[in-house]
């Protein structure tokens, strides 16, 4: 299994497309948290003892986005190029490769979510500095805040290894997690209306406190473990085609 | 074909269904150590699929085991096997040097294993480049040492002398029968017959998921196509008369007459008796491409045709 790991640890860095996310999210939060949040900063928000708060969970819900690209991308690379092939004859169980790719990525989602939910008050702060202006006092609940952002971090990430393992082709995954998010459960919500909470999305944004078109809402506790379910059937439906299907 | 070597791939039973169509029907064949076994079949055989079942690659019936045990048992299946599947099985920005590394990583390699493959493959001064750009000889290099970058037991190649070029080719060939010599098996698929008689000691032939045959080349040569003896003579006319006597088929051609079931010892005696002056005598045995044509004359899944819609 270390062998599985390391290996999959090595096809995660070794890629441009990798270090260019990582790039591109560096450069969204400098300029979201720095200049939008921070130089331009509303007089409203000074006054709020919340703002460095917003500003971590609206930093974290959007770079989860590309947390959950570079997974797609860790698996569907591997389709997409046929070194699936090397990989399942350098193992001798197909269940190792799944989840090697699953505890690697969920490293790296949790990392990648510390980080970049650090660096957004931080540059906020320096953006409101360097402007000359002064915040209230913030307030921020740090064990409430770091579980909901990794919790969020890492589930959007695994969503997008899961979409990947069940669709292979890279541009049907990637279409797939950015459509089903936004337009399928958009359009579900019309159905649904207050259960549009329970959709595996929705239930993943109110874990972070992000608004779904509806009055009813769930507790982030309640909601991570409705997003669980959705995770862990995906997980079993995506396993048990990992070992049956063939390799591509 | 039956030897029991302490390292040979034993394949038995091999089936392959894509719906309603059987790709690979029932095989089952041996592949010896020590030597270069090489794969025969028109396209759309089943090689590839024949191969991906061999490694498990293709969920299908049928076992193989290496050295006695299926892949799965191994620790690390990629020291005992090495494969090539397909030329260009690698990510575009990946380096060479990163690629097999990985390949090293998950197979349990030393790092410096390599610098040596590359190296053994004339790579070395690329191993830092985009394989992107690479060419298809160049991809070939590369799958070549990510086969043999653990020095496995075996060696299943898919098509590895394609886009070659001649000096590839040779020094792909001495490769492998080299290889084989230090008491490993070789497997490889080719549609390069004239290479594969140089390259290989025994062959495989499958057509439309059928075995058709698995023996020596030599064998199979000896055993499925018919020789003959050419010759060239001032006295063609009485040489025919003899012939007829003695009861030998022939035919007209190339300006000389084509006989079976006869060997130049015994036309060359014949005419000497008679006194017919001999211009041009000599062996027409047959190729591995004759005997290929033959043997999968009816096992082709695609047919090309001439313009009046003949084969």
């Known amino acids: 299994m270390m062998s599985q790991l390391k290996s999959e640890f090595k096809k995660l860095f070794t890629v441009k497309s990798t270090y260019y996310i990582i790039a591109i999210v560096l450069l969204l939060v400098f300029f979201f948290a720095f200049y939008i949040s921070g130089w331009r900063i509303e007089p409203k928000d000074m006054m709020n003892p919340l703002t460095l708060q917003s500003g971590i969970t609206g930093a974290v819900s959007v770079v989860s986005i590309f947390s959950a ?31 090697s790719k699953i505890i690697i990525m969920t490293g790296f989602a949790l990392v990648f979510t510390l980080v970049f939910g650090a660096l957004s008050p931080l540059f906020t702060a320096l953006g409101i500095h360097a402007h000359h202006l002064h915040l209230v006092h913030q307030t921020i609940q740090y064990n409430n805040v770091i579980w909901r952002c990794l919790f969020y971090g890492w589930g959007y990430t695994m969503a997008g290894l899961l979409i990947a393992s069940l669709v292979r082709n890279q541009v049907g ?6 459509i089903v998010p936004g337009t399928v459960e958009g359009l579900l919500s019309l159905l649904l209306k207050k259960n549009t909470v329970y959709l595996p999305f929705s239930s993943l944004h109110q874990v972070i406190g992000q608004d779904v078109s509806t009055t009813s809402t769930l507790s982030a506790t309640h909601a991570a473990l409705v997003f669980i379910g959705y995770l862990l059937a995906a997980l079993i439906v995506a396993w048990v085609l990992f070992l049956r299907r063939d390799a591509n | 074909m039956s030897h029991n070597g302490p390292n040979m791939i034993k394949s038995s039973h091999l089936s392959k269904h894509y719906r309603k169509t059987l790709a690979v029907n029932d095989i089952s064949f041996d592949v010896e150590n020590n030597k270069v076994t090489g794969f025969l079949g028109p396209n759309g ?7 991906r079942l061999m490694l498990g690659l293709d969920n299908g019936g049928g076992t193989t085991t290496f050295n006695g045990k299926k892949l799965q048992e191994y620790a690390h299946p990629s020291t005992e096997v090495g494969i090539l599947l397909e030329a260009k099985a690698f990510h575009p920005t990946r380096t060479p040097r990163n690629h097999l590394k990985i390949l090293a990583t998950e197979g349990g390699v030393p790092m410096s294993r390599v610098d040596e493959a590359l190296d053994i493959v004339g790579l070395k001064d690329v191993a830092k480049k985009k394989p992107g750009d690479f060419s298809l000889g160049m991809s070939q290099r590369l799958g070549i040492a990510g086969a043999i970058l653990s020095k496995p037991k075996c060696l299943l190649l898919d098509e590895p002398a394609n886009g070659l070029d001649p000096e590839g080719i040779v020094w792909l060939r001495n490769f492998l029968k080299n290889y084989a010599d230090e008491g490993n098996a070789v497997f490889v698929s080719s549609h390069l017959l004239s290479e594969m008689s140089l390259m290989a000691d025994n062959v495989i032939v499958i057509g439309k998921g059928k075995l058709i045959a698995s023996t020596s080349i030599k064998k199979l040569i000896a055993g499925n196509a018919k020789s003959s003896v050419f010759v060239r003579s001032t006295g063609l006319s009485k040489l025919e008369g003899i012939l007829k006597t003695k009861s030998l088929a022939f035919e007209k051609a190339d300006g000389g007459i084509e006989i079976s079931g006869a060997d130049t010892d015994e036309i060359g005696r014949l005419a000497f008796s008679a006194g017919i002056p001999i211009l041009e005598l000599a062996n027409r045995n047959a190729s591995l491409e004759d005997v290929f044509l033959e043997l999968t004359e009816n096992s082709e899944e695609f047919q090309a045709h001439d313009q009046k819609g003949k084969k």
Do not use: D, P, Q, W
Not at chain 1, 70 to 89: K, P, Q, W
Not at chain 2, 45 to 51: D, E, I, L, P
């Open chain 1, 69 to 99: 690209l570079v997974a797609l991308l860790l698996v569907t690379h591997e389709y997409r190029y046929n070194t699936i092939m090397y990989t399942l004859t350098s193992s001798n169980s197909r269940s190792k490769v799944l989840f």
């Open chain 1, 173 to 178: 995954a990637i279409i797939t997690l950015f």
């Open chain 2, 45 to 51: 055989a089943g090689k590839s699929t024949t191969m």
